[in-house]
């Protein structure tokens, strides 16, 4: 990457980090989003990228809800348990490019109505249900499983589930979500580079990257542990996440697509053989058939 783009993903993902980190999410959706926008990595640059990012941001968010109060380990475990391995399992497994593509477009669609909708009201009761332990088992083992496979942290469907179960407050849902996310993309990124053996990113642009969300979730988080809103901006996020969705699903139907033999795009005509005793030809066409006279 030049350095120009590696300023404007910066200057996104600083974005995304701030709007995100106020309801306690680390913004593996919106690094998705963004980096999908601007096309310019690969689905196995991203998934790490956002991964790495994630744990950043989310790691922020955990110390300041935990110090606002709002933590409860007792609401958290019984989805941990199960949803850090299958995350693993999900971070090791390779999807085609196109398939990915596409389950990432149903994440950013997913995430753009939870972005818009969710305005959780100030002053939440302190919720009377517990967590079902078969049902924690369960929703963890089907949110760690999706999330390794994009390349979340698994907030993004786990806060709705606990607003409307009634197994959080709003504030509570912040914490618990961010400590989810800190738990699911840490064992992500391990099954991943379990799988590849490697990181496929650039050092320095991620050390950038890091230094740029760390400043959004910093500031970001402060603001969400003191309920303030930004309804607007959550609702022109969705926008965006949709657009996104859109392109995304582009992506993936375009590289769906059957290519030509020799991988260019380009007809086959002039594809060079090589025979084992070194003679070359060219396959322009096949041969005519031997007519008898």
Known sequence: MTTMQIALLAAGFL?????????????????????????WLGPEVM?????????????????????????????LWPFVVTSVP???????????????????????????FCVA??????????PAKSVPLPGGLLWG????????????????????????????????TAGISAAFIVLNSASGLVGFIARHHTLPVEPAAMAIFSCAVL???????????????????RRALAVVLLVAAI???LVGDS?????????????AANVHMTFPDGDMMKAHAPPPRYRPR
Not at 96 to 107: I, N
Not at 150 to 164: E, K, W
Request: proline residues 4%; glycine residues 18%; aromatic residues 8%.
């Open 215 to 233: 400043l959004g979730g910093f500031v970001g988080s402060g603001i969400g542990s003191r309920r303030l809103g930004h309804i607007s901006l």
């Open 255 to 267: 590289s769906g697509r059957m290519k030509p033999a020799n991988g260019t795009g380009a007809p």
């Open 247 to 249: 392109k995304m699903m």
């Open 15 to 39: 974005l995304i980090a701030s709007l995100y980190s106020t309801v306690g999410h680390g913004g593996a959706s919106g690094y998705l989003m963004v980096m999908g926008l601007a096309g």
């Open 141 to 172: 083992a089907a949110i760690g499983l999706l999330s390794g496979l994009v390349g979340v942290g698994g907030g993004i469907f786990l806060s709705p589930l606990l607003l409307l179960a009634g197994w959080a407050t709003a504030r509570q």
């Open 47 to 75: 998934k790490p990228t956002a991964l790495i990012l994630n744990l950043v941001v989310a790691g922020t968010g955990v110390l300041r809800f935990y110090r606002a109060g709002g933590f409860r380990w007792r609401t």
């Open 86 to 112: 299958c995350a693993f399992l999900g971070g090791a497994a390779q999807l085609d490019p196109a398939v990915y593509t596409r389950l990432v477009a149903v994440v950013l669609v997913f995430a753009a």
């Open 117 to 126: 909708l969710r305005n959780p009201a100030r002053g939440s009761p302190e």
